[in-house]
Each structure stands twice: as C-alpha cells, then as structure tokens.
C-alpha cells in the first residue's frame, strides 16, 4: 500500500488530531499514523477520566521551556476560549474545579469522540496500528515506510509526544526523528510527577502514608499552593507534580503545611487559653490526627502545654511550616505526566511549529522543549500547538 496526501501527521494524540483537523479543513489531504489500536489514549485517562481539556488562565507564565517567549504566539491564535468553543458546538457538558482547571461533566471519551468527528468531517484519514520504521526526505515532502506500507507528503507532523509512560506507548519517537534531521533536542526529564525519599526517611514517615494537607511547597522562586500527599514512596499530591517540574536532583524542596494558618500564633494561643492541654491536641485541631501525632512524637514532645517554651513552640511550628526536606529522585517517566525538555524551540518557527531549516517538517505537542504546569495547560499547549502547524502544513 502507498499513497500520497498533502500532510501526514505521526500520533494521534491531542496535538496530532488537532493539527489533522485544522490541515484538513484548510481543504488539505491528510492522513494520520498511529502505532496504537485507539487514538487519543491519553486524554482518555487524563484528569481522571474526565479530562482536564484545558485552563482558562492558561498564558505563557504557565509554561516550562529554555526558551519562556515561545509559546505566546501559539498560545494566542487558539486560546482555551476557541477550545470551550468547540466542546460547546458538540454538546459536552463540562465544569470548572478549581484554579481555572476544566473538566467534562461526564468522560474524557467525548473529547476523542468530538475530536475524530471533526477529523472525519475535515476528511483526515486515521489509520491505527501502524508501525513506523523509517522517514526519508525526499524531493517535494517526505516518505514514512511503514507496517501499512509507505505514505508520502510534503509536509510532515510530528505528533508523537513524549516519554512518559511508556506502558500507554510512548516512546520519544520524535526525539529520535529529529536526531536523524540534525535537530537539537533539550534534555528530557519526567515532570509533573511524584518525588521519592530514602528508604530512612520513608521508614520515619511511613505512618503518614495516605494523608493530605493544604501545603505550599517551594523550590527557589517557585511555589506552588495545592495539596500534598504523603504516600509509600515519598510525597505526591498536586503542589509535589507541580515542584516536580522545577526540581532537579540533589535540591532541596520546603514544604509547608496549613500555610494560610500561622502554627505558631495558634499555638501560643493554645498554651495560654489552656495550658493543661497536650501539643498534640492542639495540633489535632488543625492538622490530621495522625500528623499531628507523628510532628509531636518526632519532636520527642511530652507533657502539657504550658511546659513548653516558646522557642519549643516555634520549633515545633518550624517542623510542620518549613520542613526543608531533600528528596531523593523521582517516580520516573512510569508515572510522570508530562516529559520536560524535548526539540529544541530555538529550531522550531513559533508561529508555525516548523523546523526552521527544514521545510515542511513540523514538530508540535508534548515532544517540544515547552511543558505547561498540572492544571490542563499540557493540552492547551497540545491544542494550540497542533492548531497553528494546521494552519500551515
Ligand atoms: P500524546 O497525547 O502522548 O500522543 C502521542 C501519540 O503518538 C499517541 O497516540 C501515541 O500512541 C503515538 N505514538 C508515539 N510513538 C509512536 C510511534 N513510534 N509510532 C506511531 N505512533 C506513536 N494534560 C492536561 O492538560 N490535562 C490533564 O487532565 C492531563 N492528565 C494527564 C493524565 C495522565 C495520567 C498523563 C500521563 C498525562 C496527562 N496530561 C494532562 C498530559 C497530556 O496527556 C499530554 O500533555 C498530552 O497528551 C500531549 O499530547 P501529544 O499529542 O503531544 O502527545
């Protein structure tokens, strides 16, 4: 089987079908490979099957990248209002949960059912469980050889995410694509993903496995109020995946529990009002039971109230408001959402996700050095991205 079409774009992920999409209302013919047997698999799972589709503050400020300018202009010709727009024309219903995050009302199946009826109505073809062993550029576009077959065009997408994952098919295809065209590709990393402690620390911590607490956590410059989640292999949690994409290895984060409650105030307060009560107690107020049991236990802690000095007190608060703790690697592309890093901006045309020096070959999605924080920034960036290569390819 050969066939030759005006685009081929690899992956049909949310990039890839956007971009599909777009090309072929643009009257362009278009076809669309994929190595697994569904497209869109990761929107099916994303937010918890019911799809965190986009932010309604997503901007530049909300993206990871060598290069911070870069995605404004993608970011601005199709905006989470051209998304909502769509969402609305085929009937899905939809919220917001918090901080501008956007879900279905019902299943992330209607976003890849609304985005392969608009593939079909823009006449792009898909064609699933294709293998893809070679890309060639040839005199006017590219030929992909493939398990299908070869396929020819003269532009080419690629869509093909990035590393994390790997269980779900991911597998830094693009990074390898643009190895072979001499592009330069910014050091992956898995982010928006849990972070481990040594088996020590863990040990000490393992009776919190499982509680959650308003927390801020911060690295540097960046902090990022959410919750945390202490589990069996460190700490998790929304405000930890969104650390995660800052941290490297060998820093430290400061965790801070309850940050909008001065813990110290209360507890002088405590003391005051009634000194015959334990820290623990007065803890248990604010903080999980059990939490509160383990700071006290940990702090050697016994006793009344009003036997503990201030500066104990402040010491105490310390341990639960600024915990400076070392964490000791990170759960991995296994289970990291999004992959930091990837083709380097500096070669790509932000107005149209082409590689500079290469014609018609166009890089767009989670493959691309710009990453967005937890919240549906990564789609927005996936829906923009493959919007504007649509446009062009
Ligand atoms: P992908 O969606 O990964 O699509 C890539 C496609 O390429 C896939 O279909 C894959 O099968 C195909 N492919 C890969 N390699 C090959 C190959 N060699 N040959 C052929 N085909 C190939 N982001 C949000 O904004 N909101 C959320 O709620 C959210 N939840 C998430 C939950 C989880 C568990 C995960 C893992 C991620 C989540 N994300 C979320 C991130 C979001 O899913 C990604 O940023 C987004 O899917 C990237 O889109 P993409 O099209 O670039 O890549």
Partial sequence: ???????????????????????????????VL??????????????????????????????????????????????PQDFIAMVGRHGIAWHEKT???????????????????????????????????????????????????AFEASSLVVATGGKSIPKMGATGFAYRIAEQFGLPVVETRPGL?????????LQRLSPLSGIAAPAEIRHGKTAFREALLFTHRGLSGPAILQISSYWREGEDITVVIEPDIDIFALLKKAKQVNGRQSAQTALAEILPKRLAQH??????????????SDKRLQQLAATIQA???????????????????????????????????????????????????????????????????????
Wanted: hydrophobic share 40%; glycine share 14%; with cysteine.
């Fill in 34 to 79: 994929d190595h697994a047997a569904a497209p869109g698999e990761k929107i099916r799972i994303s937010g918890g099957g019911r799809c965190n589709f986009t932010n309604i503050h997503a901007g530049p400020k909300n993206f990871l990248s060598t290069n911070p300018h870069f995605a404004k202009s993608a970011l601005a010709r199709f905006t």
């Fill in 1 to 31: 089987m050969t066939g030759r079409y005006d685009v081929i774009v690899l992956g049909a992920g949310a990039a890839g079908m956007m971009c599909a999409i777009r090309a072929g209302q643009r009257g362009r013919s278009v076809l």
């Fill in 99 to 149: 901080l501008g995050q956007l879900f279905c009302d019902d299943s992330a199946k209607d976003i890849i059912r609304m985005l392969t009826d608009e593939m079909r109505a823009a006449g792009a073809q898909l064609r699933l469980r294709t293998e893809i062993s070679g890309i060639e550029q040839r005199a006017g576009g590219y030929r992909v050889s493939t398990s299908e077959g």
């Fill in 295 to 308: 700071v006290v236990e940990s702090e050697g802690i016994s006793g009344n109230m009003a036997d503990l």
């Fill in 323 to 393: 915990w400076s703790v070392k964490p000791s690697g990170s759960e991995g592309y296994r289970t990291a959402e999004v992959t930091l890093g990837g083709i380097d901006t500096a070669c790509l045309d932000s107005k149209t996700m082409q590689a500079k020096s290469i014609p018609g070959l166009f890089f767009i999605g989670e493959c691309v050095d710009v990453t967005g924080w937890l919240g549906g920034y990564n789609f927005q960036w996936a829906w923009a991205s493959g919007h504007v290569a649509g446009e062009a390819a």
């Fill in 193 to 201: 993903v849990p972070l481990t402690l040594d088996p020590q620390l």
